[in-house]
């Protein structure tokens, strides 16, 4: 419905000739070659987690959503383009830090004083690498691909496709620093290939925001007014702060520190054969186990480039993979840290391991010798490296390590030691002959055996163990998992299981991890053993049966009764799902559905209903023109040069080179920042209150309409800006004005519109640039983020708290609330879930609830209700029970549709949840509508709209409006 293709000889729209480039590059990586002339990519626009999550940085309603591109015939694999071109255009200027406001978090930007700079933001964002979150996987038939296997994630209903689609999630970082977001990358990649088991999937900036919150002990709900702000560099993550993401419940994933030995005076070379071995047994028991790795990785090294004075080491990754060094790397001698995920594994014999990185490509190979001679250096100290460290990823739930760890409490402690994990846990149970009486002898040291993660149910689908009799193997295991979920542990508790020659051990996974204090009791840690002689298996339970009582506990459902759905109204349906405009989504408006929420606006609608020439005919709106030649000045001269220097720098100037100078000229998005885009914002903005303009519009809409009969229930809207200070709020309460006035000219043509869908905007309070001081005092991880070329540059945000940024949207609102009453129109707030974003989770709600109670905003109070968003509701961590009376009594409004782990883009109904789990949200909004309600209360004026943004088949419009039918149907008394 909303594809489209390109020649693929020719540069995709917004992203340009290097992103094309970039592309090209990743498909001739994944498949050896690239696509024969004639042929084209197919493309549609599609949300994005990571480029809603980097928009959310800046505070932008343009662009929303990402391009995705299919690399494949069969789609199986897909890149989301980052939009940069857009992104440059409509980030034109840097926020403030505001001096005033007291620094909240512990380990701020304190040590960052703020630097004028010239340079606007779109002179960093547009030479951004256009790869954001992509799904790609290993083509088989590729030679060099045999015998070599990668995690897979199913993402395919999560991110709107409409069917399965499993792959490996890959992520190219920004460049916002000296160096690049590449931890905020690895975080992504791995907590996304265990969605299923995680919370939330969260975007980069949100990653960044959480592991800031979580590694601090303070953070924006222990701000007031008083201490209004808080800030984070916009930079490289510590590995503390890392490790506490993981740890954080809003993720609700683990991850430790793990080393193979301990650190120790002298350095960190091999000492033996034996540890290099058991940190490639580290790697493999973690991956092929499901679980994806993190390695803190220095560039240079992976480059080849030793430390000074060693030269250039030729048996490096980079020369593993026949990658250009001098494409990805500058060169520096100076540390440069980095990261990557161990996502896949190849056969023993070569001993390769697969990682992804989100500095060049996916699925590079390299052996574990290459990625322990590549670790970090340690802090301030070039002689000495990391090797051996790693941060393995997995559920919550299992809570004991393998090898050496320390808690991420214990990273900046100087002298703290590292605990023992349970490799060392076994060694020193084997050194004894016999356990706990004698009659089980483990086989120790001789074969220490391979360690394998595993649920109870699922020991005997273990792969990647090495064992002479395969077939008895799988019986062996089959023998273990029927002896363990006979009433012994739960069928879904997750067990180390280890593999020796002649014996298995199941050791519990979920129990405490052990300390230096208990390492000589390990009765804790077994639950069984079998062991193998002369006279066969033997099996020992080192746990009393529990029972059936054990069998499947943690996964029952708890079942909350569904009120009866009695005045719930028409189901609705918002045109956001045809990102062509309101005609297009007209054109493939399903039959039977008579209400519909008009979205206002995409950027074709704006350019449609608001021409230029037609705003600029109006003299009281002339203040738009002005700005826009303004804006033209200042960035014309600087857009001519850019555009020459990387003419010249493209070779273009030459006959048949790889661009046109004519592609400049008519601005094609070749390349950018030609001039500054008038956004959809920007040309309601200079309508504003113009009645015969609102007219017209509404003329046209509701003629558009008319073609399927349907009557406009309802305006939906994406404004972040109206949190804003200075001229961009006052654009954005302009443009408010103008939809007030569009809906009630809709009115009056007959079309029940008394609702006004918007949303709350960003807690950034700007992201600003800065230079760190050399006045000492530099708070430690702060070096770590300066790169090449003795800068000193960093880029910070401010964020504001929570009853901060709401009173600054209240009061914004406060000035178009005469209007809204006279118009007879009333706000619908909508929740969007994240960290990041003023109404984010429930803490917002109730504040919201107390704040309209209050006198300040009583003229307010019977304007402005909620939008109950199922979805975004759900993604906020908000359950049934915990909706309150207060908060009902305020929704007017309500939207529905599908979601994943995380906030992907919306998914047709049922297609991940359950009818269930609808019919208990339709309660809510049932009894929404039915709870009583004073004059100080609005009214429900709104809808039940199914809202799928940029669908892709209007056949999931058909389907989720039946579907939303069916689950009434059947809970309608």
Not at 124 to 140: E, F, G, H, Q, T
Not at 319 to 337: I, V
Not at 586 to 602: A, I, K, N, Q
Not at 648 to 654: D, K, V
Request: with cysteine.
């Amino acid at each position: 419905m909303n594809d489209f293709t390109v020649d693929y000889g020719k540069p995709i729209p917004e992203l340009g000739r290097y992103g094309t480039r970039e592309l090209r590059d990743l498909r001739r990586w994944l498949f050896g070659r690239g696509r024969p002339p004639g042929e084209k990519w197919t493309c549609r626009l599609a949300p994005s987690i990571v480029c809603r999550s980097e928009a959310e940085l800046f505070g932008l309603s343009m662009p929303r959503f990402a391009l995705r591109i299919y690399l494949d015939r069969r789609e199986r694999m897909f890149v989301n383009g980052r939009r940069s071109a857009s992104v440059a255009d409509q980030a034109r200027r840097w926020g403030r830090r505001h001096q005033g406001e007291t620094i909240v978090q512990q380990r701020s930007c304190k040590d960052v004083s703020r630097k004028l700079k010239l340079l606007r933001p779109a002179w960093l964002l547009w030479k951004n690498r256009c790869i954001a979150d992509s799904l790609v996987r290993l083509p088989r038939r590729v030679g060099k691909w045999k015998g070599f296997r990668t995690l897979l994630s199913e993402l395919g209903l999560a991110y709107g496709e409409g069917r399965k689609v499993w792959g490996l999630p890959y992520i190219r970082h920004t460049r916002l620093t000296g160096g690049g977001l590449c931890a905020q990358a690895a975080c992504f990649m791995a907590s996304t290939l265990l969605h299923r088991y995680a919370n939330r999937v969260w975007g980069c900036a949100e990653i960044t925001a959480i592991a800031h919150q979580a590694s601090s002990a303070m953070g924006p709900g222990n701000a007031d007014l008083t201490t209004s702000a808080w800030e984070f560099l916009i930079g490289g993550l510590t590995p503390r702060s890392v490790a506490a993401y993981f740890s954080d419940k809003r993720v609700g994933l683990n991850a430790v520190w793990q080393e193979v030995y301990e650190c120790s005076a002298e350095g960190q070379e091999l000492r033996s054969s034996e540890e290099l071995q058991w940190y490639e047994e580290s790697l493999r028991a973690y991956v092929q186990s499901g679980m994806p790795v993190i390695l803190p990785l220095d560039l240079g090294r992976m480059a080849g480039r030793q430390a000074p004075g060693l030269g250039i080491d030729k048996d490096a990754i980079f020369a593993t993979n026949s990658l250009d060094a001098s494409k990805y790397y500058s060169g520096d001698h100076r540390a440069q840290r980095h990261a990557v995920v161990v996502v896949g594994w190849g056969p023993r014999e070569g001993s390769y391991l697969l990682i992804n990185d989100p500095a060049t490509l996916p699925c590079l190979k390299a052996t574990p010798r290459q990625l322990w001679n590549a670790a970090i250096y340690e802090e301030g100290n070039m002689e000495r490296t990391l090797s051996g460290w790693h941060l393995p990823v997995t559920p919550a739930e299992i809570r004991v390590p393998l090898h050496l760890w320390r808690s991420w409490e214990d990273l900046d402690r100087e002298h703290a030691r590292p605990n023992p994990g349970l490799f060392r846990v076994a060694q020193t149970l084997a050194r004894d002959a016999y356990l706990y009486g004698g009659d089980v002898q483990i086989p120790w040291p001789c074969d220490p055996g391979q360690f394998r993660l595993a649920q109870a149910r699922d020991l005997s689908r273990i792969r990647g163990v090495v064992w002479n009799e395969r077939t008895r193997l799988r019986d062996l295991l089959d023998v273990c998992q029927r002896r363990l979920v006979a009433g012994i542990c739960r069928e879904n508790q997750w067990c180390w299981v280890q593999v020796a020659k002649n014996a298995i051990v199941v050791w519990d996974a979920e129990c405490d991890p052990p300390t230096r204090s208990d390492i000589r009791d390990p009765r804790r840690l077994l639950i069984g053993t079998l062991v193998g002689d002369q006279d066969g298996w033997r099996f020992r339970a080192f746990r009393s049966p529990q029972g059936d009582s054990m069998r499947g506990e943690g996964q029952r459902d708890h079942h909350i009764p569904c009120v009866p759905l009695r005045n719930l109204p028409p189901s609705a349906l918002i045109t956001s799902f045809a990102t062509d405009g309101i005609e297009a989504a007209m054109r493939h408006w399903p039959v039977g559905v008579d209400l519909g929420e008009c979205y206002c606006f995409f950027q074709r609608d704006a350019e449609r209903f608001l021409p230029l020439w037609r705003i600029q005919g109006s003299w009281r709106n002339l203040f738009l023109v002005g700005d826009w030649v303004g804006q033209c000045i200042r960035w014309v001269i600087p857009a001519a040069l850019l555009n020459l220097f990387r003419l010249i720098n493209a070779g273009s100037w030459r006959t048949g080179g790889g661009g046109r100078w004519r592609d400049v000229l008519r601005g094609e998005k070749t390349y950018s920042l030609c001039l500054p885009l008038v956004s959809a914002l920007e040309r309601m903005a200079a309508v504003g209150n113009c009645r015969t303009v609102q007219a017209r519009v509404a003329h046209q809409i509701g003629q558009a309409f008319a073609d399927k009969d349907v009557a406009v229930a309802a305006i939906a809207t994406f404004l972040p800006e109206i949190i804003s200070l200075g001229r961009t709020g006052r654009k954005a309460r302009r443009a408010l004005e103008f939809l007030i006035g569009l809906a009630k000219e809709l009115q009056d043509l007959g079309h029940p519109t008394r609702t006004v869908e918007i949303v709350g905007g960003s807690l950034i309070g700007g992201v600003w640039p800065g230079r760190l001081r050399r006045d000492g005092g530099m708070a430690r991880g702060i070096r770590s983020l300066l790169k090449a070329k003795g800068r000193r540059e960093v880029y910070a945000a401010t964020v504001m708290s929570k009853e901060h940024a709401l009173r600054r949207l209240l009061d914004s609102l406060l000035c178009v609330v005469d209007l809204a009453r006279s118009r007879n129109v009333q706000f619908a707030l909508e929740l969007e879930p994240g960290p990041l974003f003023a109404v984010g989770d429930q803490e917002a709600i109730d504040l919201i609830c107390k704040l309209l109670a209050s006198n300040r905003y009583a003229a307010l109070s019977s304007c402005l209700g909620l939008n109950l968003d199922v979805a975004h509701w759900q993604l906020a961590n908000i359950d049934v029970p915990q909706v309150g009376v207060e908060a009902k009594m305020r929704v007017v409004h309500a939207h529905i549709s599908d979601h994943g782990r995380g906030h992907f883009g919306d998914v047709p109904i049922c297609h991940i949840n359950n009818e269930e789990h609808f019919a208990r949200w339709l309660g809510v909004v049932a009894e929404a509508i039915d709870v009583p309600r004073n004059d100080q209360q609005p009214k429900w004026y709104g809808a039940l709209s199914v809202e799928l943004e940029a669908c892709r088949l209007s056949e999931h419009l058909r389907e989720s409006v039946a579907v939303l039918q069916r689950i009434r149907n059947r809970h309608d008394p």
